[in-house]
């Protein structure tokens, strides 16, 4: 939260409540007038439909609530829901995102502004409930946007800009939500939500179909949906003489959400008095650091801690959060972290076989530089081992042993694993 | 039906917005040819001799007003919309193979959100999901069960070829016993398919949801009527169809409707629907077969037009067609126990 300018709504018009990641979420979603809402139960993901499913019965929603069979379903009907012109919302972890994977791809290439959660949860086997990022990056090549929060109140705020986000006409492109299993999921905090008719204006009511296509058969351009006035085939057969060019609108929608996740960022931060960093990366303490550490999620509190620290010591370190990861802001890091002599990339998950999901993106946004910082990937909290601030500082003095020797030995390290 | 827009040369069915529909149900030919159109405008690449395109047509005939189609993947859904061309005059949407009846279901509870909000600028907009037997008895059951069991809004039809045709021909739940597929193939120790059909409407009757039926293309005018039920009903329905095939079946493209005829009529595909409340009622032919024994046909009918069946007809395979006729006749005299209308 950044102070200075007066919000439109100053604090105290603001409705404080202390809840959970996923209760902010669903409070979110209702906020933000969803029509359709297909769900299955998951932990660390169930209390968001829970806390919805209490919504509709007590007839605040005029919600159309679905209560699927499973999760490819869930994001089926969204799917649909969607096509038909509404907005609609799913949440999920782990396993059920997997389960959704394949329509995954098929969500945002038929262009349908869907919101979705995911509580991260680490992937089976061994099966195990708590937080790590491998569900979320099995779906990164999905043509998402992909936006990770670092706490509660972020939560709530970024689902209603992702509906924002999805919907503008130049994105046009499903948004996943990403908060930390557990760790915010399930951890109470105190958070400001917006009045709900505040919420409404800002998104501008109820969802208005953004598409619009030239249909040569109906000789005009209509609305993309599914309306019995303006017949109209979604999901067609599509051969090697379409489907590349078919490709490159997507491509183009998505780099151009990047911008779309700063101006949403910026007009949340009038209304509210809050906003993430520039929208896509938020940075600490990187301008004149010698030793940066990358980071998504509800980890970059930690760091951030323990980087004040090392500040005090008179080491100079920053820490840069990754908000945005897909599209991945490759630009806005290489930026932040090229004047650096030494990075430190933490990541959630591993891409077996080889590195960090993050660290592959990272050393890409660097590789175009003369000069480039070392980067050393560390490979965190998988399966939801906690990542105590005597770990983080264990790795910020690896980095400066690292800065001190000049070389990278490991460019891959385990933190926290038992030896 | 397409309301004045006739002469809009792809004939699309254009429902105005704000404007109330209640198309009557028409079953005189003449009037029908005259007054309905086919949703699956002409142009699709379906083989010569497919009955899916009739099964469409005649679902067509029974639509009320403003309808949205989804369709699973398989042959109806690839051969009628290949970029740039469509063949469908109404909203379509395909998303995957499994999941028809839950996009289907996301599609239906938009409609309803979008009315309770009022912003939906019809009275009604029926949802119709289709699926080969593939995506119905087998990687959609699931999706299929849910929606049921929801209850949602929707007409489910199943046009049922009897095999993964869209792939070549490989066995699905929905293949016969000995029916030959490419991977159910007559073999030197194994003589087809081993296993049974899948009763899959009976798995929808057991679901008690308000209308399953089963209708065969040769019946035009008894499926249209349970078309028109199926939409009519309150919550979920199921038209199971049989739908001939000929390059999977192996016979002559002009014996499409014929074959779903001799189905029929040697009781392997008995025409009936339920109604929940009411029970089972035997309609058209197979009701006639029930009231009058004698015009039940001996399975070798509907075997002898199909090369896929060919083994079964060889001599030293009669065994077989004798358990076949004897699978056949169980099923039938099952139905004829649980039929409200059959005589007693």
């Known amino acids: 939260m950044s102070g200075g300018k007066v919000p439109k709504i100053p604090l105290e018009k603001q409705v404080r409540m202390a809840v959970n990641g996923d209760e902010a979420v669903a409070y979110a979603a209702k906020h933000s007038l969803v029509d359709v809402v297909a769900a299955y139960p998951i932990t660390p993901q169930t209390i968001i439909v829970e806390k919805f499913s209490e919504f509709v019965a007590d007839g605040e929603v005029h919600t159309e609530f679905v209560p699927v069979e499973s999760e490819h379903s869930a994001m089926s009907a969204v799917v649909g829901a969607a096509a038909a012109g509404a907005r609609a919302f799913t949440a999920t972890a782990s396993q059920g995102l997997a389960l959704m994977w394949e329509i995954l791809y098929i969500a945002s290439s038929l262009r349908l502004p869907i919101v979705l959660a995911v509580a991260n949860r680490a992937l089976s086997a061994p099966i195990n409930i708590h937080c790590d990022h491998s569900d979320a990056m099995g779906m990164r090549d999905a043509s998402w946007v992909q936006l990770f929060v670092e706490n509660t109140q972020e939560a709530y705020d970024t689902t209603i800009q992702a509906f924002k986000i999805a919907e503008d006409p130049e994105v046009l492109l499903p948004v996943a939500v990403n908060l930390d299993g557990f760790v915010l999921s399930h951890t109470l905090e105190d958070i400001y939500m917006l009045p709900e008719e505040e919420v409404h204006k800002f998104l501008g009511g109820y969802r208005k179909v953004t598409g619009k296509t030239y249909v040569d058969y109906l000789g005009k351009e209509v609305e993309v949906k599914l309306d019995p006035a303006n017949p109209l085939s979604f999901g067609p057969l599509d051969l090697y003489d379409y489907y590349f060019e078919h490709k490159v609108p997507q491509i183009k929608a998505l780099e151009k959400a990047k911008e779309v996740v700063k101006r949403v960022n910026e007009e949340w931060y009038e209304l509210t008095g809050r906003r993430y960093g520039d929208g896509v990366i938020d940075a600490w303490g990187v301008e004149d650091a010698d030793i940066i550490v990358t980071v998504l999620g509800s980890t970059a509190g930690t760091v951030r801690h323990v980087a004040r620290q090392l500040r005090k010591e008179g080491v100079k370190v920053g820490v840069l959060r990754i908000r945005l990861y897909r599209p991945f802001p490759f630009e806005e890091v290489a930026n932040a972290i090229k004047g650096a002599k030494v990075v430190g990339v933490m990541d959630r998950a591993l891409s077996f076989g080889s590195f960090g999901p993050s660290y592959l993106d990272i050393s890409a946004a660097l590789y175009g530089l003369k000069e480039r910082p070392l980067l050393v990937n560390y490979v965190y909290g998988l399966g939801g081992r906690d990542v105590p601030p005597s770990l983080v500082r264990r790795m910020f003095e690896e980095l400066i042993k690292v800065k001190e020797e000049g070389e990278v030995k490991e460019p891959l390290k385990l933190l926290g694993v038992r030896e | ?344």
Not at chain 2, 110 to 118: E, R, T, V
Not at chain 2, 125 to 146: K, N, R
Not at chain 2, 158 to 182: C, H, K, V
Request: a positive charge; one cysteine or more.
């Open chain 2, 1 to 344: 039906m397409s309301e004045g827009k006739a002469q809009n040369p792809y004939r699309l069915l254009i429902f105005e917005p704000g404007r109330k529909y209640e198309s009557p149900l028409i079953l005189n030919p003449r009037k029908l040819a005259e007054e309905k159109q086919s949703m699956l405008l002409p142009g699709h690449r379906l083989c010569a001799g497919c009955a899916a395109p009739v099964v469409v047509k005649l679902l067509s005939f029974a639509i009320r007003g403003p309808t949205i189609v989804v369709n699973a993947t398989g042959c109806l859904e690839v051969a009628t919309t290949i970029f740039p061309y469509t063949s469908w005059a109404v909203p379509w949407l395909h998303v995957a193979f499994e999941n028809a009846a839950s996009a289907a279901s996301g599609v239906e509870a938009a409609i309803k959100a979008l009315k309770k909000s009022g912003r939906l600028p019809y009275d009604h907009v029926d949802v119709v999901a289709i699926g080969g037997d593939g995506g119905t008895f087998d990687i959609g059951f699931q999706a299929l069960s849910g929606m049921a069991e929801r209850g949602h809004d929707i007409m489910y039809v199943l046009y049922d070829n009897e095999a993964y045709m869209n792939t070549g021909i490989q066995r699905s739940g929905g293949t016969p016993p000995f029916a030959w597929t490419t991977t159910s193939p007559v073999g030197k120790v194994i003589p087809g398919k081993t296993q049974q059909k899948k009763p899959i409407a009976d798995i929808m009757v057991a679901h008690r949801i308000p209308y399953v039926a089963t209708a065969s293309p040769a019946f035009w005018a008894d499926a249209v009527q349970k078309f028109r039920k199926g939409l009519e009903v309150n919550g979920p329905s199921f038209i199971h169809v049989i739908s001939s095939c000929n390059r999977g079946w192996r016979f002559d493209t002009s014996l499409s409707i014929e074959v779903t005829r001799r189905a029929v009529d040697t009781c392997y595909f008995p025409l009936w629907e339920y109604v929940l409340g009411k029970g089972y009622f035997l309609t058209a032919r197979s009701l006639q077969i029930a009231r009058k024994p004698e015009l039940k046909q001996p399975i070798e009918k509907f075997l002898e037009v199909q090369g896929r069946f060919r083994h079964l007809l060889k001599p030293e395979n009669r065994e077989l067609v004798k358990k076949l006729q004897e699978y056949v006749d169980a099923v039938w005299e099952d139905l004829l126990e649980r039929a409200v209308n059959a005589p007693r």
